[in-house]
């Protein structure tokens, strides 16, 4: 605005003349127009008498005539403003009126009595206030249909909606919308005196979904500018529309998806029960079998079969780990006794076995079964590739933080250098042949299943006179009374 | 518990097992009786209520879930679940909120026995199944192991559950520590009375709205703890 008035008066000194108002100019105009012939007639008027009436003459008679052209003057000044100010009011109406155009006002129209100029000017000026106004209010109207919009909207809903929000916001007759190939609906024509026929096509990104018909008023006036609105209308509509069916189609995916993963849970728990349960009835049966009557043979069915077991757990848990479906619950462990456990469950009776707790008491945080499995799937590692050399288990106080270390070390080859980097990937053996009775997931689901405890699963670096060396971290805290 | 060896009714689909449990069970003692399906169940607790149920949780025609649920129904009788299914599945959280205990399947003897003990000792302990109000800052709902800390609902453990139950069966009063172990660790998981003051410590930090100055969950240094109202209820709240 202020930038406008900047302009306005750069233009004023550039021009002159425009200095002034019309008004002003219109009274110069009058008094010049009718100073002039007066003027004239008055130069007649002592021409004359300085001929013809002689010096002798009374001089009264002159100062009568200049007095009479003074007050003709001054009369004339004053109609003349008079007449220039009344001429100029009904312009300076318009200006008035287009100024609270200008600023949003289109409510107040401007009246001009007659028929002349100034009152068509007056006219088409509220015309176009009017029209301005009426589609203000379309606009406004169609905005907020479309806010009203959400893409999680039904596809039929949101159709029949945009009929209905068509037919109030344009004031049509009725307004229908028919989805699929708009190119075979055959435009109406248009005939004076008869509501008038409107469509609109649904396009949403270069795709036609449909198009919008509808009827006018014959009453009413449909110019270019309310045929941009029904068209912008009809493709926001469109892309509503669009935004629903997609969604809607994510929707059913997403409950399919969900649909199968919940089989595939199901389908986990059957295979997981249906090993399980005769893995347990095999054990159970050996290991009292060999209570009756020991037998080294029945031992290994025993071990066997917990091995078995414990694979089929490896691979459950996988599952639920890339899931996000296994959620660990931490109770208060002692490491010392929990590798020990994990160590007499592994029934590795011929290979050496210590622990060094220097935990100071300190216990850890963790979920003790999935503890269990890291315990064991660790110390299998440390029997079966450290060639059955001693298992030395280390526990420590992390120094920077409440967190406890346990170190699982054994004395075999150590992990070769071109191990160090994918041991903990998925279905990963050492590179040693003869090894491979395991799963593969061991270190990939421990060092997981650490880290969804809060702590982690480090390989140590190679050491002289060590081998392999594997470190848990878990959260700890001091055993003391609270 | 009713005078004798406490009797235990066990529930699963698969005989062998049912039989293997069942004989190493009356081996030590207990006094049980088998079913075959949740129907079977259902039908035997008409006649008489086990002091113990051990339910499988995947059965071909009532699932454990289910029965539990129907068993809780009738009567708040202990269950302890048995299961393929790894603690931490969507299923066996369900399953936890009804049942007392959770013993993996493949499972060690020595341990069901060891938790089958610790259920069976908290026998007789009266807690309300509904919520337990302890203040404006403290509501516990041990049924579904939560507890509401100053408006917000704040997850337990299992065993951080178990130790609230213990002191909830004993309001005010204090509660030792080697009363606590025995509920809250089985046998064989070799707990000692530092498991009860981590336990504690970390259950404060949850439960208390200052861990620092606790008002519920108070210390009987060198004896145990106790759970009580803040600010106390009623008059005889302020012994104990």
């Given at each position: 605005m202020d930038e406008r008035v900047g302009e306005d008066e750069a233009r004023g000194r550039a021009d002159p003349?425009?200095?002034?108002s019309f008004r002003s100019r219109l009274t110069v105009a009058l008094i010049a127009a009718s100073i002039l012939p007066l003027a004239v007639f008055a130069l007649v008027v002592v021409l004359i008498e300085a001929s013809?009436?002689?010096?002798?003459?009374?001089p009264n008679i002159g100062r009568l005539l200049l007095f009479a052209a003074a007050v003709i003057v001054a009369a004339a000044i004053f109609f003349s403003y008079g007449l220039a100010d009344q001429l100029s009011a009904p312009l300076r109406h318009v200006v008035a009126a287009m100024d609270r155009v200008s600023t949003g006002d289109l409510s107040s129209p401007i009246r001009v009595a007659g028929d002349d100029e100034l009152a068509r000017l007056a006219d088409s000026h509220n015309r176009l206030a009017g029209d301005l106004e009426r589609r203000n209010r379309e606009l406004r109207r169609i905005l907020a249909a479309i806010e009203e919009v959400?893409?999680?909207?039904d596809v039929d809903a949101l159709v029949e909606r945009t009929s209905t929000d068509a037919t109030s916001a344009f004031g049509l007759i009725d307004a229908v919308v028919v989805m699929g190939?708009?190119?075979?609906i055959e435009p109406e024509e248009v005939v004076p005196g008869v509501s008038r026929p409107l469509r609109a096509t649904l396009r949403a990104g270069g795709e036609e979904l449909g198009v919008l018909l509808g009827r006018l008023p014959a009453t009413r006036r449909w110019e270019p500018a309310d045929q941009d609105l029904l068209d912008l209308y009809a493709s926001e509509m469109a892309a509503a529309i669009r935004n629903a069916q997609l969604f809607a189609t994510v929707e059913s995916q997403n409950a399919q998806l969900l649909e199968l993963d919940a089989a595939k849970d199901e389908f986990l728990r059957g295979v997981s029960h249906n090993l399980q349960t005769p893995l347990t009835s095999i054990r159970a049966y050996a290991e009292q079998l060999d209570l009756a009557a020991p037998d080294r043979r029945l031992g290994i069915i025993a071990e066997q079969s917990e091995r078995l077991s414990r694979m089929v757990r490896q691979l459950l848990t996988v599952t639920r780990l890339e899931s996000g479906a296994l959620k660990p619950r931490s109770e208060v462990v002692s490491l010392g006794t929990r590798a020990r456990k994990a160590w007499e469950a592994l029934g590795a009776d011929d290979v050496r076995f210590d622990v060094d707790d220097a935990g100071g008491g300190w216990l850890a945080i963790a979920d003790a079964d999935q503890l269990d499995q890291v315990l064991w799937a660790l110390l299998d590692n440390g029997v079966k590739y450290g060639e059955r050399t001693p298992i030395h288990v280390a526990i420590a106080r992390d120094e920077a933080a409440p967190r406890l270390r346990l170190t699982i070390a054994d004395r075999?080859?150590?992990?070769?250098d071109a191990d160090r980097d994918r041991l903990?990937?998925?279905?990963v053996r050492g590179?040693?042949?003869?090894?491979?009775?395991?799963?593969?997931l061991g270190l990939y689901v421990s060092r997981e299943l650490c880290r969804a405890m809060g702590g982690d699963l480090l390989l140590e670096p190679t050491l002289a006179g060590r081998g392999a060396a594997f470190t848990i971290v878990l959260p700890g805290e001091p055993g003391e009374e609270a | 518990m009713t005078s004798g060896a406490p009797r235990i009714l066990i529930v699963d689909d698969d005989p062998n097992l049912l039989v293997l449990l069942a004989d190493q069970l009356r081996a030590d003692g207990y006094e049980i009786a088998t079913a075959r399906d949740g129907d079977e169940a259902l039908r035997r607790l008409r006649t008489s209520w086990p002091d113990l149920l051990i339910i499988d949780m995947?059965?071909?025609?009532?699932?454990g879930l289910t029965l539990a649920r129907e068993i809780k129904a009738q009567a708040d009788l202990p269950i302890i679940v048995l299961s393929?299914?790894?603690?931490?599945d969507s299923k066996a959280d369900l399953l936890e909120e009804v049942a007392e205990d959770y013993v993996t399947k493949p499972y060690h003897y020595p341990e069901l026995r060891a938790r089958i003990n610790r259920v069976l000792r908290?026998?007789?302990?009266?807690?309300?199944?509904q919520s337990l109000v302890l203040g404006p800052d403290l509501t516990l709902d041990l049924h579904r192991r939560e507890a509401t800390v100053g408006g917000q609902v704040v997850q337990l453990t299992p065993t951080e559950s178990r130790l609230l139950y213990a002191l909830a069966a004993n309001l005010g009063q204090t509660v030792t520590t080697e009363t606590l172990l025995a509920r809250g660790w089985?046998?064989?998981?070799?707990?000692?009375p530092s498991y009860v003051w981590v336990t504690m410590r970390r259950l404060r930090q949850k439960v208390e709205v200052d861990p620092n100055r606790?008002?519920?969950?108070?210390t009987a240094r060198g004896v145990g703890y106790r759970l009580t109202h803040h600010p106390p209820a009623g008059p005889n709240a302020a012994d104990g």
């Amino acid at each position: 605005m202020d930038e406008r008035v900047g302009e306005d008066e750069a233009r004023g000194r550039a021009d002159p003349t425009s200095r002034l108002s019309f008004r002003s100019r219109l009274t110069v105009a009058l008094i010049a127009a009718s100073i002039l012939p007066l003027a004239v007639f008055a130069l007649v008027v002592v021409l004359i008498e300085a001929s013809f009436i002689g010096p002798n003459s009374d001089p009264n008679i002159g100062r009568l005539l200049l007095f009479a052209a003074a007050v003709i003057v001054a009369a004339a000044i004053f109609f003349s403003y008079g007449l220039a100010d009344q001429l100029s009011a009904p312009l300076r109406h318009v200006v008035a009126a287009m100024d609270r155009v200008s600023t949003g006002d289109l409510s107040s129209p401007i009246r001009v009595a007659g028929d002349d100029e100034l009152a068509r000017l007056a006219d088409s000026h509220n015309r176009l206030a009017g029209d301005l106004e009426r589609r203000n209010r379309e606009l406004r109207r169609i905005l907020a249909a479309i806010e009203e919009v959400s893409p999680r909207d039904d596809v039929d809903a949101l159709v029949e909606r945009t009929s209905t929000d068509a037919t109030s916001a344009f004031g049509l007759i009725d307004a229908v919308v028919v989805m699929g190939d708009a190119s075979i609906i055959e435009p109406e024509e248009v005939v004076p005196g008869v509501s008038r026929p409107l469509r609109a096509t649904l396009r949403a990104g270069g795709e036609e979904l449909g198009v919008l018909l509808g009827r006018l008023p014959a009453t009413r006036r449909w110019e270019p500018a309310d045929q941009d609105l029904l068209d912008l209308y009809a493709s926001e509509m469109a892309a509503a529309i669009r935004n629903a069916q997609l969604f809607a189609t994510v929707e059913s995916q997403n409950a399919q998806l969900l649909e199968l993963d919940a089989a595939k849970d199901e389908f986990l728990r059957g295979v997981s029960h249906n090993l399980q349960t005769p893995l347990t009835s095999i054990r159970a049966y050996a290991e009292q079998l060999d209570l009756a009557a020991p037998d080294r043979r029945l031992g290994i069915i025993a071990e066997q079969s917990e091995r078995l077991s414990r694979m089929v757990r490896q691979l459950l848990t996988v599952t639920r780990l890339e899931s996000g479906a296994l959620k660990p619950r931490s109770e208060v462990v002692s490491l010392g006794t929990r590798a020990r456990k994990a160590w007499e469950a592994l029934g590795a009776d011929d290979v050496r076995f210590d622990v060094d707790d220097a935990g100071g008491g300190w216990l850890a945080i963790a979920d003790a079964d999935q503890l269990d499995q890291v315990l064991w799937a660790l110390l299998d590692n440390g029997v079966k590739y450290g060639e059955r050399t001693p298992i030395h288990v280390a526990i420590a106080r992390d120094e920077a933080a409440p967190r406890l270390r346990l170190t699982i070390a054994d004395r075999g080859p150590g992990v070769a250098d071109a191990d160090r980097d994918r041991l903990f990937g998925r279905f990963v053996r050492g590179a040693e042949p003869g090894t491979d009775s395991g799963s593969g997931l061991g270190l990939y689901v421990s060092r997981e299943l650490c880290r969804a405890m809060g702590g982690d699963l480090l390989l140590e670096p190679t050491l002289a006179g060590r081998g392999a060396a594997f470190t848990i971290v878990l959260p700890g805290e001091p055993g003391e009374e609270a | 518990m009713t005078s004798g060896a406490p009797r235990i009714l066990i529930v699963d689909d698969d005989p062998n097992l049912l039989v293997l449990l069942a004989d190493q069970l009356r081996a030590d003692g207990y006094e049980i009786a088998t079913a075959r399906d949740g129907d079977e169940a259902l039908r035997r607790l008409r006649t008489s209520w086990p002091d113990l149920l051990i339910i499988d949780m995947m059965m071909a025609r009532m699932d454990g879930l289910t029965l539990a649920r129907e068993i809780k129904a009738q009567a708040d009788l202990p269950i302890i679940v048995l299961s393929a299914i790894d603690a931490g599945d969507s299923k066996a959280d369900l399953l936890e909120e009804v049942a007392e205990d959770y013993v993996t399947k493949p499972y060690h003897y020595p341990e069901l026995r060891a938790r089958i003990n610790r259920v069976l000792r908290r026998l007789g302990d009266k807690v309300p199944r509904q919520s337990l109000v302890l203040g404006p800052d403290l509501t516990l709902d041990l049924h579904r192991r939560e507890a509401t800390v100053g408006g917000q609902v704040v997850q337990l453990t299992p065993t951080e559950s178990r130790l609230l139950y213990a002191l909830a069966a004993n309001l005010g009063q204090t509660v030792t520590t080697e009363t606590l172990l025995a509920r809250g660790w089985a046998e064989t998981e070799d707990a000692d009375p530092s498991y009860v003051w981590v336990t504690m410590r970390r259950l404060r930090q949850k439960v208390e709205v200052d861990p620092n100055r606790p008002v519920h969950l108070q210390t009987a240094r060198g004896v145990g703890y106790r759970l009580t109202h803040h600010p106390p209820a009623g008059p005889n709240a302020a012994d104990g």
